[in-house]
């Protein structure tokens, strides 16, 4: 995987020129909200995409002109929510932030924003667990890995450390957090405490340091 270069725009954030072009953005986009009412009233698998086009009031083939599956809506759904936490940050100038400050930024927002509309989450992140592409999808790790990266080329972190690897890292154990969070209820931890911690120990390590140890190594 390469990271692309750090600080550029999401995909998610470029805004449609054109009369045309912002057309078809809010046919989009009134399809987008047609099916994440239905997902959440009655559920992903039995929504239909005829369903959906009828909700939109829309003609059936216009729903797979913008999605030519129901899993991309799913897709949508995470590429959104990066792309809104990217203004966040954007617009709080945190792109000068140390790595570390920024990655805690970063996920802390995403936890916001699944805290804000946890029943929307909850049947969107489940099902994008089954029958999605969550897993597999190494968009989230990218952004992380980003960031990273960028602390890298500043110097902030310790030789040796790879990008690609911490922001895969992180993203699983996002992930897998969110997934926990959803599967009780109510909400069996604060999730914004729980993504802290496990940044916490991504960023330091689990192995007491020498100094803190008070005795020297058993190794």
């Given amino acids: 995987m390469k990271i692309p270069e750090a600080g550029g725009t999401p995909a998610a954030a470029a805004q449609p020129t054109g009369r045309r072009e912002r057309k078809r953005r809010q046919v989009r986009d009134q399809l987008y909200a047609a ?48 792309g809104r936490v990217a203004e966040i940050l954007g617009s709080s100038q945190a792109e000068d932030l140390p790595v570390g400050d920024r990655l805690r930024r970063y996920l802390r927002e995403m936890a916001e924003l699944n805290i804000a509309s946890r029943a929307e989450t909850a049947i969107l992140m489940d099902a994008a667990a089954r029958v999605g592409s969550l897993l597999h999808d190494p968009s989230l790790e990218i952004e992380l890995a980003k960031i990273v990266e960028r602390g890298r080329q500043r ?65």
């Fill in 155 to 219: 110097g902030e972190l310790r030789t040796g450390v790879d990008a690609e690897q911490v922001g895969a890292m992180l993203a699983a154990c996002y992930f897998s957090t969110i997934l926990r969070w959803i599967r009780a209820e109510p909400a069996p931890f604060d999730l914004r405490d729980r993504v802290d911690g496990a940044l916490d120990v991504i960023l330091l390590g689990i192995l007491a340091r020498k100094e803190e140890e008070g005795t020297p190594s058993s190794r």
């Fill in 35 to 82: 099916a994440l009412d239905l997902f959440v009233s009655q559920g992903y698998e039995t929504t239909t995409m005829e369903q959906i086009a009828e909700t939109a009031d829309v003609a059936r083939a216009t729903v797979f002109n913008h999605f030519s599956q129901k899993v991309g809506f799913l897709e949508e759904w995470g590429a959104r929510r990066r």
